[in-house]
């Protein structure tokens, strides 16, 4: 039961809420389907002005309330992260949910099927995080997908920073779903650094088959610092062999394990196509 | 709650719950073309209404978020005998049925047209991805929306 909203305009007040307990609403896409029977009180984090993307030479901001249409569209954010961010964004579920859904609750629900998380991950993100009397705090994504206690309980993500680089970064994104607005079976997202032939901060991250996304470390490892090489694939590819998956209704864990092989061997190979061309 | 907010262009005082959705509170104002399809799961697109002129789903939005904007359902479009130009294409094109999603397409159709005069086939099946119809298999749908952009254009014209 929800015991009382408000619609804060100064983030402030809304850390004074959140401190004694109050539940973050950003898009409701998540806690307005929920049948809860908890007894809680909301607090709209729409109206506090957190809803600009801000780019400056070395990061983009996104501010916790961007949408995901917003992100969607966001022709702003220059570069390979730009460009992953934006395809990542276009490919969730509907328009109308897009219009809803925000970037801090995409990230806050962690549910497996989420999809910034991932590309979040692949690009090295922070979560910048406020609390009612700390200073602000930025905390890496991959330690905010860590099971146990997350940095923005008691307080809220109030955005989400991805580096930029003037390097020559390139990616592969590959998400499989039945329907377009159904969940992802799995997901791979893979991003690397050209570095003359050699490729550098190789990333792949795997999602939708466990509770969180996970960079494919064994993976990496075959590939990082090396020039494109087939072989180096095939093996990147055979360390997927053991990966663990959380069972669910969508396709039996096999089915799913193989089907993220196979996504990470197209979004390797759509990486090193556009290395090769860039 | 009481809060005020413009509902298809006039302003309403509105008295609610707390965790009221604004599909309860517009269909208990009377404007009973926001259909409720499924049991608030966001899936269906029957509950969509204009937030500021983008398409949102009322059943799982809070209905105090609207306050102080402004909500468009197809009761501002048109009735019967003045149909806007896009329920007359959904007309004409016998891309309604049983109907229970044509105020939720007619909704999606209208904000895509207001941002894109000559959408693609492509677009217009992006813009009514949230919809779902069980009996047109959207051809017809997608026809009359190519219909209602071509008349909306001409309508225009000096
Ligand atoms: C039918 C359907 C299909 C969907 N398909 C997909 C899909 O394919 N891929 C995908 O990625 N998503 C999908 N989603 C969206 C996803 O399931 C969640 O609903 C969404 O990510 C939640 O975002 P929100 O902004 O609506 O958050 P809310 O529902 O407002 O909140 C979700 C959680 O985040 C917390 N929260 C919100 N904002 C903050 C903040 N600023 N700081 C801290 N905590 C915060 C809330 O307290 C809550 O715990 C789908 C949703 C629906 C309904
Ligand atoms: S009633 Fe089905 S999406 Fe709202
Ligand atoms: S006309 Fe019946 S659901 Fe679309």
Known sequence: ?278 | MRFNAKINGLKREIECAPGATLLEVLRLMGYKSVKQGCDREGTCGACTVLLDGTPILSCITPAPRVAGREVTTVEALGDPSRPHPIQAAFVNAGAVQCGYCTPGMLLSTKALLDRNKKPTDEQIATALSGNLCRCTGYVKIVEAVRNAAAALTEEQKP
């Open chain 1, 1 to 278: 039961m929800i015991r009382d909203y408000h619609s804060p305009e100064r983030v402030e007040d809304a850390l004074a809420l959140l401190a004694r307990g109050a539940v973050a609403v950003g898009g409701a896409t998540a806690l307005y389907t929920a049948k809860s029977s908890r007894d809680i009180e909301l607090v709209d984090v729409t109206r506090l002005g957190l809803d600009q993307i801000t780019v400056d030479k070395d990061k983009v901001v996104i501010g916790a309330g961007v949408t995901l249409s917003r992100l969607g569209a966001a022709a702003d954010i220059p570069g390979m992260p730009g460009a992953l961010l934006r395809k990542a964004a276009r490919a969730v579920a509907s328009e109308p949910l897009r219009n809803m859904i925000t970037v801090a609750g995409n990230v806050a629900g962690l549910n497996y099927w989420a999809d910034l998380p991932p590309v979040l991950l692949a690009l090295d993100a922070t979560v910048e995080v406020r609390k009612q009397g700390q200073a602000p705090s930025a905390h890496p994504i991959a330690a905010c997908l860590e099971a146990g206690k997350h940095p923005w309980e008691g307080g809220m993500i109030a955005a989400v920073t991805v580096p930029l680089t003037q390097a020559a970064q390139v990616f592969g994104y590959e998400r499989f779903v039945r329907t377009v607005t159904d969940y992802s079976l799995a997901t791979a997202c893979v991003t690397m650094t050209r570095d003359g032939a050699l490729m550098r901060n190789v990333h792949l991250v795997i999602g939708a088959l466990q509770a969180r996304p996970h960079r494919a470390a064994k993976a990496e490892a075959k590939l990082e610092g090396k020039a494109y090489d087939a072989a180096a694939v095939d093996e990147a590819i055979a360390t997927l062999g053991d990966l663990p998956v959380a069972p669910n209704f969508r396709a039996s864990p096999g089915y799913r394990r193989q089907l993220a092989g196979v996504l990470s061997r197209r979004a390797l190979m759509t990486a090193y196509e556009w290395a090769r061309e860039s």
